[in-house]
């Protein structure tokens, strides 16, 4: 038997040491009638190393039979190993142990304050800071709002404006259907917007009796499946769209063309998960696969798209109507701008969802390597509008990784009106980033239909802490204002946000980012950014694809500016 063992390769060994107590615990239990739990112990080790040997799935079952479980159980807990155990507050993506810890204590109402000072690397490239004034402002509240769709002062310009502006918090919850979250995480985000005055996004998946249930106010979110106003061939039905649209409790409605986490990508939910009431929600049969498709039917240019957003908000009743979408070609987007000059239609509001948003499980190709990331869309947004004077017309709302109150105030420095957050209103319910939102098994009981597992999620408990959370946000943003010297965060621009290009170099933001002049765009593109001189000309208001192909050979002015580009590698928001 020595022999044996000694000859035996150690990868093998498991398998042996299981046999050897198989063999001694038979005999004592034959012998003495004791050993009972050993022998069935050892024998089902036995079985199972014999059918690692046999089966052919696994290579490393094959060659290590046994053993080789431990490596698939230490692959599984490996995330909460090192979740728990190994990380630092500031590492780990997308987002970190400190942004976590700061959201989860916002919403309990616990301290947030932190000693000792900054545990971030202010040395580090890319590191950014707000200037503070010497003369600090007061101000009574940290209720910040915007107008959107116009304001009751004043009349809104174009055909077929809105004629029922609302009067948004600058920060919301962003688009997360019901189907994704469970109905317990939609009751108490609803809840949580209607304790604390802020709108709550459907979602493509329309609305819900879960987003009923509190009479929070609502953003209807209409997708290309148009899921609440589809007819059975899955077209847009106008009669169908009235009904949820003039419901009182939908105060804006957002037309979604693309979305961060998956631009350009339709999805498809099985039937064996539209159940009754995901099916009563959607508008689409019970069981029946159910196919979001990656374009819109009811349009196909520019300019039908500016009238099919006047009709939404014709047949709305005049609520504010716009779209979101992930930057995608420049030319798309200029084509959309063309199409509001040619039709006097334009949305009152856009969303940029970045590349980098997304609650939604997507491809991975998709969630690394496809659409513009927040900064940059953002910013060719914002500069897109003034260069054709309609950026008075039009608000902005920017989604993508916005945690912290910095988040918003750097997202208003770059053009936006408004913020949204999804991950952070979901850590608010308690998720705990475990990154299983795309399985069923969600720990917290937010992104699963199991209803075991969903009644974890407390809803009255998670309102609270859900409005916890945008209260108190929105207080240390009412902070940042104040030590800035300014009255509202919608004056804070690029000259407030200081960046670290490297070791001995800072800037303002504004030298930085991309910017164009009121109007300059109706005028010439000779003095304007390369985006501009090379896809402008390209985009026509009648069709999404270029007039022709893009010149990829730069000009002059082009390379002159892209040598500068090479000068300062961390400049940031520029296009070339």
């Known amino acids: 038997m020595r022999r044996f063992l000694t000859s035996l390769p150690l990868r ?18 034959v012998t003495v009638g004791k050993g009972l739990w050993w022998l069935i112990a050892a024998a089902l080790l036995v079985l199972l190393g014999l059918w690692d040997m046999a089966q052919k799935h696994h290579a490393i079952l094959r060659n290590y039979p046994i053993m080789g479980h431990f490596r698939f159980l230490f692959e599984f807990i490996r995330p909460e190993i090192r979740q728990y155990f190994i990380e ?16 989860y204590q916002r919403s309990k109402g616990q301290v947030d304050n932190r000693p ?67 109905g317990n995480a939609i009751q108490a985000l609803n809840q949580g917007a209607k304790m604390g005055g802020f709108i709550h996004d459907t979602g493509e998946g329309s609305i819900s009796q879960y987003h009923r249930m509190h009479g929070g106010d609502l953003i209807w979110e209409v997708a290309s499946g148009y899921f609440g106003c589809r007819n059975a061939d899955g077209t847009f039905s106008e009669e169908k769209f009235i009904v949820n649209a003039t419901d009182p409790q939908v105060k804006m409605i957002e037309l979604k063309l693309s979305q961060g986490a998956k631009p350009g990508h339709g999805g ?35 300019v039908e798209l500016m009238h099919f957003i006047a009709k939404l908000r014709r047949l709305s009743g005049g609520k504010p109507t716009g779209f979101k979408f992930c930057v995608g070609h420049p030319w ?29 499980a997507a ?57 949204n957050s999804g991950r952070g209103f979901m850590m608010a319910l308690g998720c705990i980033q475990a990154q299983t939102c795309h399985t069923g098994t969600c720990p917290t009981g937010v992104t699963t239909q199991d209803t075991v597992r969903q009644q974890a999620l407390v809803v009255p408990d998670k309102a609270t802490r859900v409005a916890n959370f945008h209260k108190n946000t929105l207080h240390a943003l009412q902070e940042l204002v104040q030590a800035a010297g300014l009255k509202h965060p919608n004056d804070i621009s690029a000259h407030h946000i200081v ?57 002059a002015p082009a390379a002159a500016e892209a040598a500068q580009s090479q000068a300062l590698p961390s400049r940031s928001g520029i296009w070339t």
């Not at 040491?17 to 038979?26: G, M, Y």
């Open 332 to 360: 798309e987007w200029f084509a959309m701008v063309k199409a509001m000059l040619e039709t006097g239609i334009t949305p009152d509001f856009i969303v940029v969802d970045g590349a980098e948003g997304g609650t939604g």
């Open 88 to 103: 630092g507050d500031t590492e780990a993506q997308p987002f970190s142990r400190a942004q976590r810890s700061l959201v």
């Open 363 to 419: 491809p991975v190709e998709f969630v690394d390597h496809v659409g513009v990331p927040l900064q940059e869309g953002l910013l060719l947004v914002h500069n897109t509008l003034l260069g054709v004077n309609l950026r008075h017309r039009i608000k902005i709302g920017a989604a993508g990784k916005v945690i912290t109150a910095f988040d918003i105030a750097r997202m208003m420095a770059l053009g936006a009106d408004w913020c």
């Open 12 to 29: 093998y060994s498991a398998l042996a040491i299981s046999a050897v107590v198989l063999c001694i615990s038979l005999y004592s239990f």
């Open 268 to 302: 498809m939910l099985p039937g064996a998960k539209v159940t009754p009431e995901i099916a009563a929600a959607r508008g689409i049969p019970v069981g029946v696969d159910c196919i979001s498709p990656s374009s819109h039917s009811a349009f196909s240019t520019p």
């Open 116 to 182: 000792f000072g900054t545990q971030l690397d202010v040395s580090q490239q890319g590191y950014e800071w707000v200037n503070h004034s010497m003369q600090p402002t007061k101000l009574p509240s940290h209720d910040f709002r915007v107008w959107i769709g116009g304001s009751p002062d004043e009349t809104q310009q174009g055909t077929d404006p809105c004629t029922r502006p609302y009067h948004a918090s600058v920060f919301n919850i962003s688009a997360m259907s019901f189907g994704a979250l469970s």
């Open 499 to 555: 960046r670290r290009l490297d070791d001995n170099q800072v800037s303002l933001l504004s030298n930085l980012i991309l910017r164009v002049e009121p109007g300059s765009l109706l005028q010439s593109l000779e003095p304007q950014h390369q985006v501009f001189r090379s896809y402008w000309p390209l985009a026509d208001a009648h069709s999404f694809q270029p007039l022709h192909q893009p010149i990829l050979k730069p000009s």
